[in-house]
């Protein structure tokens, strides 16, 4: 798994933590980097799941499928 030192404590950062340290911050604080990892995470999403078959799933399933494509 690809980490990052995180500027403010220098801890290293997987991309999962780094993706939810921003959770709850408004819209405009977004920093580039974090723009970009969105974009590569719905990116990977999509290349790896079947939206039409995820219609027809119940929710909890599908979260379940989303979890397990974003950490493979």
Known sequence: MLSVADP???RRLSWDQRL???AGRPRGAMRP???EQKFTLHR???DRINLEAL???DNQRVRAEVRQALIS
């Open 20 to 22: 939810l340290q921003h």
């Open 33 to 35: 980097e974090f723009q």
């Open 8 to 10: 403010g404590t220098g």
């Open 44 to 46: 990977k999403l999509l």
């Open 55 to 57: 219609a027809a799933i």
